[in-house]
């Protein structure tokens, strides 16, 4: 595609409901990384990919957070038992290969935990 | 640690003003800096960045910025505001060099452009 799309764009659940927030990288681009913004926050880092694995999964603040990207495309994030200090904007960002080169963000999901 | 600090959440200027958004860093190794600009509605889109070579960095729509090691700062700046310009703006480190772009993102400034 042209850019980064994640979807859904925005999500609303309920605290202890299990969500999944997907993203599709700009075609072709093997490093993909997902931060978390919350309000008034720069974005956090949660997780970077390498192709099909996760090359650096340090920034998952606890084990209800996991993310896949099975194909080395398009990658899930899941949060399980949600709760109301989930509520953020989840941005994904890919970029061609590993390394510092430009990242492509989407515009993000918007999460709502009520 | 690895951090950025960006000083003024919100800063006004006039069309046509000089534009100067504050960055200093922390960080136990060489930097590689970053500047990014979030538009309402968009995602986050790369100004510039500083990789060790050049210590003036041009980027995209006018933009730059200078890395003074001695002062710690990495701070923005554009000779005359656009309106087009007002959106928010992120200086990031990586910790990593130029390993990946696993990024400390500061608190972001929020810029305003006044006709």
């Known amino acids: 595609g042209a850019g980064v799309s994640q979807t859904p764009s925005n999500k609303v659940t309920e605290k202890g409901k299990y969500v999944e927030l997907r993203c599709d990288p700009i075609?072709?681009?093997?490093?993909l990384y997902w931060y978390r913004q919350s309000l008034g926050q720069g974005p956090e880092f949660l997780i970077y990919?390498?192709?099909?694995?996760?090359?650096?999964d340090s920034g998952l603040p606890n084990d209800r957070f996991f993310a896949v990207r099975p194909e080395g495309s398009v990658s899930t994030l899941k949060i399980q038992r949600t709760e109301r200090g989930d509520s953020a904007v989840y941005l994904c960002?890919?970029?061609?290969?590993?390394?510092?080169?430009?990242?492509?963000f989407g515009s993000g999901t918007q999460l709502s935990v009520l | 640690a690895q951090s950025v600090t960006q000083l003024g959440s919100h800063v006004s200027v006039s069309e046509g003003a000089l534009v100067l958004l504050r960055c200093n860093y922390s960080?136990?190794?060489?930097?590689?800096l970053f500047w990014y600009v979030q538009y309402p509605n968009q995602g986050l889109q790369l100004l510039l960045k500083?990789?060790?070579?050049?210590?003036l960095v041009k980027g995209i729509n006018g933009f730059e910025a200078e890395f003074k090691k001695s002062e710690t700062s990495f701070h923005l700046t554009k000779p005359s505001a656009h309106m087009s310009d007002a959106a928010e703006y992120f200086c990031?480190?990586?910790?990593?060099?130029?390993?990946?772009?696993?990024?400390?993102f500061g608190t972001g400034t929020l810029l305003a452009v006044q006709p």
């Open positions: 500083y990789t060790s070579a050049a210590t």
């Open positions: 075609s072709g681009h093997t490093a």
């Open positions: 990031a480190v990586s910790p990593y060099g130029g390993a990946t772009n696993k990024l400390i």
């Open positions: 990919f390498q192709g099909t694995g996760a090359a650096d």
């Open positions: 960080s136990s190794v060489p930097p590689y």
């Open positions: 960002a890919s970029s061609l290969t590993g390394g510092n080169e430009k990242l492509f």
